[in-house]
């Protein structure tokens, strides 16, 4: 069973940086599509960025130009790097691993918490 542990949420002014770790417990990017999703506060399940087994990736309109998804398979992590973050980026940020075939199967992480905020 693959697990994700996500890092590196926290409080942050308006305007500021934060980058999101998602560790994976074995090396699976070359199987996996990875993905960040974010869920606001009495809100929906909603995709932020994804990361292709090619390197391809794609963002939601709220992300472009702000944020950036990227993976080292050396060390099992992807990352999300955000800044001129705002407080309409507060939400559960999670890590998402979804199979390139369907026995691979969809695993999540637990979540991050990230507030921004004055």
């Known amino acids: 069973q693959v697990q994700l542990v996500e890092s590196g949420g926290g409080l942050v002014q308006p305007g500021g940086s934060l980058r999101l770790s998602c560790e994976a417990s074995?090396?699976?990017?070359?199987?996996?599509?990875m993905s960040w999703y974010r869920q606001p506060p009495g809100k929906q399940r909603e995709l932020v960025a994804s990361?292709?087994?090619?390197?391809?990736?794609d963002y939601a309109d709220s992300a472009k130009g702000r944020f950036t998804i990227s993976r080292d398979d050396a060390e099992n992590t992807v990352y999300l790097q955000m800044n001129d973050l705002t407080p309409e980026d507060t939400a559960v940020y999670y890590c998402?691993?979804?199979?390139?075939?369907?026995?691979?199967?969809?695993?999540w992480g637990q979540g991050t918490q990230v507030t921004v905020s004055t």
């Open positions: 998402n691993a979804q199979g390139m075939i369907p026995t691979l199967g969809v695993h």
């Open positions: 074995e090396s699976i990017f070359s199987m996996y599509i």
């Open positions: 990361i292709s087994t090619a390197d391809n990736t």
